[in-house]
Structures are given as structure tokens and as C-alpha cells.
């Protein structure tokens, strides 16, 4: 369950931060929207803390960080944690794939040896 809640308050700030265009969303309704989603799952118990960023291509659109790192001690989390992500690699390699496939840099039929030749 709180594995759901998390991929709802992420996708809440993703969707959040897009609708900021150039503006930068600390700095905005849709920063001070994201602030109160994560605080808020921190605050219920969903996860004892949380780190977000946002960019867009080299501009950080959104950054904080709510909660703690450490249960046991009580230590913060801070925007430079690093988390085990497991397996979601291959959730974020395929959706940068298909936006890759969207932006026609590549398709579904390609073979591999096209853009990896070793291989072939």
C-alpha cells in the first residue's frame, strides 16, 4: 500500500511540476503543491521521508526533501540522499526508451546491433 502511495505522490509532483512551463516551481503554486503532497505523506505515516527533484533538460524545476532518513535516529533526509531503488531501473530505462521512441530517435523494430554494435 504505501508503495501505491508513493508512485501517487510522485506522479502528482511530476504532474505538478509540468504544469509550471518555464517557471520555477519552488517558486510557484505548483512548488508550494508538491511541498504540501510530500509533507503531507510524511506527516500521515505513508513513508518516513521523501526526496524529489525535478528538471528539465539541465534546469531543476523542483528539489526538496521532507521526513528522515533514519527512523531509529530521527536523522533528516536531505536532498542529496541516495535510496536502493532494486529493480526500478528497468522501469525508468523503458519509459526514457519509449520517450526516446516518441521523439523518433529509434523504434520498437530496431535491432540492437544498431545502436550497440557489440552486439552484433
Known sequence: MKREIVAVIISMATLLAASVGT?????????AGIDAALR?????KD?????ALLI????????GAFGVSDVSTGRALTADALFRIASMT????????????????????????KYLPEFA
Open 90 to 113: 528497468k522501469a525508468i530505462t523503458s519509459a526514457a526508451a519509449m520517450q526516446l521512441i516518441e521523439q523518433g530517435r529509434f523504434g520498437l523494430d530496431d535491432p540492437v546491433e
Open 47 to 51: 513513508v518516513p521521508g521523501v526526496v
Open 23 to 31: 517557471a520555477h516551481a519552488q517558486n510557484s503554486p505548483a512548488g
Open 56 to 63: 528539465d533538460r539541465d534546469r531543476v524545476l523542483y528539489q
Open 40 to 44: 503531507g505523506a510524511v506527516e500521515r
